[in-house]
């Protein structure tokens, strides 16, 4: 008869003895890493560049020995992107982004299929085309996406960001008339405006933005001021290179269908004043 009682005793102390284990049991530490938690710059492929617009045309009779013009070019459908303080990797995208008073009138977009050599320069079509007073008033800005990446490592943890710079106009800019057609009795230049562009400084730990130079003239072509032309609002570092535009452009030009065209239909309308004159 004593023996239920003891196993019954010796059950409730092996169950107050399981009971005060369980409350006797330590809080479990568990260190987790950090995702998310940080932050990265992302670096532009360039700090500095330039986009030219051709706005209007002159030509040099010589027989009469004189100037004609400037003429304005109302159907604008070319933009050229360049003189980028780097060069730009074959498969980079060039995007123009052009407002005139806030608003966006016209874009364009190309894939570059080889290196873009620093300095030269590309053509980029735009859509809708502008006239000759949106090309002298309008703000270009030019979007760079680079195929290349720039790394960030922190611990275990490595995140790849693709390069990616916005170029501002910094409010420089200068106009050149660039030798387009040298016909013998006529010499055709196409006028341009080239706005100086200001992308985020190549590396973000530089402390403070990168500055343009003022623009030079482009070589074996003519240089004209314009009164309304600003030195704009940025302070230019005096130690930077001067970065001339170069004969590269001229090139470009040449070789562009939309100016080959344009040149003919200004060598047709001259020949046409020339047979109206004689009569």
């Known amino acids: 008869m004593m023996r239920f009682p003891r196993i019954f005793l010796v059950s409730i102390l092996v169950l107050l003895l399981i009971t005060s284990l369980g409350l006797a049991v330590p ?92 300095g030269d320069f590309t053509r980029v079509s735009i859509n809708p085309p502008i006239d000759s007073n949106q090309a002298q008033r309008a703000e ?53 405006r080239c706005y100086e562009l200001l992308f985020a400084p190549e590396s973000p730990s530089s402390g403070n933005l990168a500055s343009l130079q003022a623009i030079q003239a482009l070589g074996n072509t003519l240089s004209i001021d314009m009164e309304n032309s600003t030195a704009g609002s940025l ?3 005096a130690k930077q290179k001067k970065r001339p535009l170069k004969g590269h452009l001229q090139r470009v030009l040449l070789n562009s269908r939309y100016i080959q065209k344009l040149i003919q239909e200004i060598l047709s309308e001259i020949e046409s004043i020339g047979k109206e004159d004689k009569d």
């Open 140 to 192: 270009f800005r030019v979007i760079v996406q680079s195929t290349e990446y720039s790394v960030s490592s922190s611990g275990s943890i490595s995140i790849a960001l693709q390069k990616l710079g916005i170029g501002m106009p910094t409010g420089n800019y200068g106009d050149y008339w660039v030798l387009a057609r040298d016909g013998g009795l006529y010499r055709i230049y196409v006028i341009l």
């Open 27 to 118: 809080n479990i530490n568990v260190s987790v890493q950090s995702l998310g938690n940080g932050e990265e710059s992302i670096s532009t492929p360039v700090e500095r560049g330039t986009v030219c617009v051709p706005y209007a045309y002159a030509y040099y009779q010589i027989q009469l020995i004189g100037w004609f013009g400037p003429f304005p070019i109302n159907n604008i459908q070319e933009v050229y992107p360049g003189n980028f303080t780097s060069d730009l990797v074959q498969g980079t995208n060039l995007s123009i982004a052009i407002y005139d008073s806030s608003s966006l009138i016209s874009t364009g977009r190309t894939t570059l299929t080889r290196t873009l050599q620093a």
């Open 235 to 237: 302070d230019v570092n």
